[in-house]
């Protein structure tokens, strides 16, 4: 493992070298960090991005540099519905319909800074095929506590099991069947997920038929955060008809990307 993540940061250096467009004025901004709460990221591909900290460059570098959900699944395809379930600042929505804008991405994100954030940067990247909803997507529907677990706004949760009296904000709540009855739609061919642990409740407590109207499921698992791991995640995918993967995340055991699609939709 850790030669797996000294690799894995080496490489990631000229990725930020080559894929940032405005890294000098990145590196101003991280060293007069009480003078803006955000600044922006230029990408080369003509995105651009309001972040907060390193972290979120470190984000963006993962879904619109890496690709990293797409080279561990499949390449999205103009014109698919998508799903992106713990939207943060924007990144994958950005990204995806940047590149896809026949495409239709609906985008929720509950925690109100990053949402804010989001609204932000598709409002700068002038993106007009998404649709964003400040809840979170869980096992069940009404309000959920969203826990504060760090500093990094990318890694607050709504997993149940999380609580253990850290700070939360209660936040409004949907579940994976309400998406398709509150959007209108009768497929989703892609979901991004990346919740926190919150990904088991809002599967496990799907029905069968949302899950058949999904074609593609690519989200980040997390280990250790509830009673249950990513075999269980994959036990319950093929059960419902689907082919499952994961790949481990070259920095921590307890992280990676599981991909699933659905065996009657190949």
Known sequence: MLLSRLLYYLSSIPTLLTGIKNLPAIIAALLNRGAHKTFMVELRNGTRFNVRTPMDIWVLKEACLDHQYEQSSVPIQDGWIIL???????????????????STVYAY?????????????????QIQ?????????GGKAGTTQLQLMTPEAVQHSTASAVGNGRD??????????QVFSERKI???DYVKMDCEGAEYETFFNA???????IKHICLEHHDGVTPYSHLDLIRF????????KRIPNPVHRDLGLLYAVNSKNI
């Open 186 to 188: 009768d497929r989703i």
């Open 207 to 213: 029905s069968p038929a949302t899950l058949a109207k």
């Open 237 to 244: 995918f093929e059960q419902n008809g689907f082919q499952a």
């Open 84 to 102: 992106d379930i713990g939207a943060g600042l924007g990144d994958f929505a950005v990204g995806v319909a940047h590149a896809h804008p026949h």
């Open 129 to 137: 095929n998404v649709q964003a909803s400040p809840c979170a997507i």
């Open 168 to 177: 939360g904000i209660t936040v409004d709540s949907i579940t994976l069947d």
């Open 109 to 125: 994100e509950p925690f109100p800074e990053s949402y804010e954030l989001l609204q932000k940067n598709l409002q700068l990247n």
